[in-house]
C-alpha cells in the first residue's frame, strides 16, 4: 500500500552536507511519528532523528546540533539535512513512517529500502 523512497545519498568528504529525502505514497493514514534510522556495517540500525505527532522532535545525541529533519506535507515528503558529517556517519540511512490507517486503525511501519550516506577523504 504505502511505498518511501529514499533518495540525496552519496559520497561527501568530512564536514561537508547532504539533504535526504523520502517521498511516500500509498493509502490513507494518520502519522504518529516519522524519521530516520541509520545502520552502519555491524551494527544496529539506531535512530537518528524523528517527528513525533508532527510537532515534537527528536535527535539522537551524536546529531549535536548537525542535523535538521523537516517534512513538507503537501508533498508527501520528509527530508534529514545533514551538515558538518563526519565519518563516523557513514551508514545506510532509512525512512520510516508509523501512523495507523483510517479506515480500521490499524497500527502500521514502513520502511524505505534505504540510502548510502558515505564520508570519506
Known amino acids: 500500500q504505502v511505498q518511501l523512497v529514499e533518495s540525496g545519498g552519496g559520497l561527501v568528504q568530512p564536514g561537508g552536507s547532504l539533504r535526504l529525502s523520502c517521498a511516500s505514497s500509498?493509502?490513507?493514514?494518520?502519522?504518529?511519528?516519522m524519521g530516520w534510522y541509520r545502520q552502519a556495517p555491524g551494527k544496529e540500525r539506531e535512530l537518528v532523528a524523528r517527528?513525533?505527532?508532527?510537532?515534537?522532535?527528536d535527535y539522537a545525541d551524536f546529531v549535536q546540533g548537525r542535523f535538521t529533519i523537516s517534512r513538507d506535507n503537501t508533498k508527501n515528503l520528509m527530508y534529514l539535512q545533514m551538515n558538518t558529517l563526519k565519518a563516523e556517519d557513514t551508514a545506510v540511512y532509512y525512512c520510516n513512517i508509523v501512523g495507523r490507517t483510517t479506515r480500521r486503525g490499524e497500527i502500521v511501519n514502513f520502511w524505505g529500502q534505504g540510502t548510502q550516506v558515505t564520508v570519506s577523504s
Open positions: 500509498g493509502g490513507p493514514f494518520s502519522i504518529n511519528a
Open positions: 517527528i513525533i505527532s508532527g510537532v515534537t522532535t
